[in-house]
């Protein structure tokens, strides 16, 4: 709808180590949907019976900005729809993260999002994924986040806010997040409209869709420290 | 708890210096407003102070204005002390910090009268515009009142009008209708540790002054809001000091927008 070829992701950019305070942090653009996130741990876990001698547990927080969706001002202070997403997104990362090294620990996963035109969760957790690796946080694979789905009868990727809410035909929007080295999928989620054999398809697509994207995700950590390299 | 670190700080102020190497009424480098961070806010801001940053984001909306003022809009500031920008946040609804920063940043642009509220107003007593302002923090490194206040003004400047025809609002279209500002109230926090004053505190400071006084000023040096804190008391005097000193920093800060 915006001129992209059916499989041409909108314009990403991605930066590693961007809030001070934090042991890891990145930012993700894709168009015009933005997500900054930040990792603190592993630290102690608090109150202390949550702990677990054998495992560090992971908890992630996803967040719109109050100002960030186009039309009414978004609430602060967590919705259904955020606390659902928050956990799909820690599903979604979990099975890389090598826990067992962090007995008694927690890390937590900040995610902010300032301005969001669809994929909003996907963006979320590439920008959550670049953030672990800046932490130090042990992990087996890289996990790359797109939402494909159909448009009309057109299998795409990388669907807009516009396309989301196409109304003359059938859509499906189908957020998948994928390991980079496996090709497994931890994310999967739709609604909407579609045939098993479309389906199929789509997550084929998004295979080839996360393959660019974990490269760029690649390429921001390397960046990172290119530039230290350059001030020592 | 702090007792080493004050007394460390303490004996630097005395010679007239810092633990990061400023003179006492140095703001940090850099000090950055950055506008339109976010393309779906009817105005945003990013402010920049040291290592300190934050963003604003205005949303305009349409609400029945209260009944004591059937012709004027409102204005409605909201801070949130995001986890993401310091490990000791917590997520959760926002404690009494927040809800301190978010007022001093209210009063000071509200009682300024930077924004007309009467203009604000599309159909007495039915119809006037809300302005909405939101402040995030994306890394706190100390002096959160100044890059706040500053954040908001700067993402106020930012604002334009949606689309509005027809009792149709539409967020979609946005006008070349500027929100008008009247006057730029800029707030500058000046805090007392023993004898000395400082400006732009960095987190070690934060954790050790004795009170502080946050003024807001507008370019033609009146007061449109203050706010004193801090466990220690103040004397006429340390207001005198601290009011000149927040007034000149004022001028400083607001060189940057």
């Known amino acids: 709808m915006d001129g992209r070829a059916l499989d041409e992701l909108r314009p990403i950019e991605a930066k590693a180590g961007i809030i001070k305070n934090a042991d890891g942090s990145a930012y993700f653009r894709i168009g015009k949907t933005v997500a900054y ?75 902010e999002l300032p301005q969001t035109d669809a994929g909003s969760r996907c963006a979320a957790i590439c920008a959550a994924a670049i953030a672990l690796a800046d932490a130090g946080i042990s992990m087996k694979d890289m996990v790359s986040a797109i939402a494909v789905g159909k448009v009309d009868d057109k299998i795409v990727a990388d669907l807009n806010y516009d396309e989301e809410a196409y109304e003359d035909g059938p859509v499906a929007d189908i957020p998948v997040a994928v390991l980079h080295n496996t090709k497994e999928i931890t994310l999967l989620q739709m609604d909407g409209e579609i045939s098993k054999d479309e389906l199929l398809q789509a997550l084929e697509l998004a295979k080839k869709a996360s393959d660019k994207i974990a490269k760029i995700q690649f390429a921001a950590l390397k960046d990172k420290y290119k530039v230290n390299a350059d001030q020592r | 708890m702090y007792k080493e670190l004050r007394k460390y700080i303490v004996s630097l102020l005395e010679k007239g210096k810092r633990n990061d190497g400023r003179t006492l009424d140095q703001y940090r480098d850099p000090v950055t407003v950055q506008y339109a961070i976010s393309e779906t806010a009817e105005g945003s801001a990013q402010v920049q102070i040291g290592d300190t940053v934050v963003m604003a984001g205005v949303k305009l909306s349409i609400e029945k204005p209260f009944p004591d003022t059937p012709d004027q809009g409102g204005i409605a500031v909201n801070v949130e002390l995001y986890p993401l920008s310091n490990p000791e946040y917590e997520p959760g609804p926002p404690g009494i910090e927040a809800v301190e920063l978010a007022r001093v940043v209210d009063r000071g642009i509200r009682e300024s009268k930077a924004i007309d509220m009467k203009k604000l107003c599309i159909e007495k007593g039915e119809k006037a515009w809300t302005v909405g302002i939101d402040i995030v923090t994306i890394n706190d490194a100390g002096n959160l009142f100044d890059a706040c206040s500053l954040a908001a003004l700067a993402a106020l400047k930012n604002t334009v009008f949606p689309k509005y025809e027809d009792g149709e609002l539409n967020y979609k279209e946005k006008t070349k209708k500027k929100l008008q500002l009247g006057k730029e109230p800029v707030s500058v926090t000046v805090y007392k540790i023993n004898k000395s004053y400082i400006v732009d505190p960095n987190m070690d400071e934060s954790r050790v002054y004795d009170a502080r006084l946050s003024v807001a000023s507008t370019a033609d040096g009146l007061l449109s809001a203050l706010q004193k804190g801090g466990e220690s008391a103040l004397t006429a005097e340390d207001i005198n000091i601290m009011v000149d000193m927040a007034v000149e920093k004022a001028n400083f800060l607001r060189e940057k927008l």
Do not use: W
């Open chain 1, 37 to 111: 996130a930040a990792v603190y741990g592993p630290r102690e876990l608090h109150p202390k019976f949550l702990q677990d001698p054998k495992t560090g547990i992971l908890r992630c927080y996803y967040n719109m900005m109050p100002f960030s969706g186009i039309g009414d001002r978004v609430r602060p202070g967590g919705s259904r729809r955020s606390k659902e997403i928050s956990m799909v997104i820690q599903k979604a990362l979990k099975p890389v993260l090598e826990l067992e090294d962090y007995p008694n620990a927690t890390v937590d996963v900040f995610i």
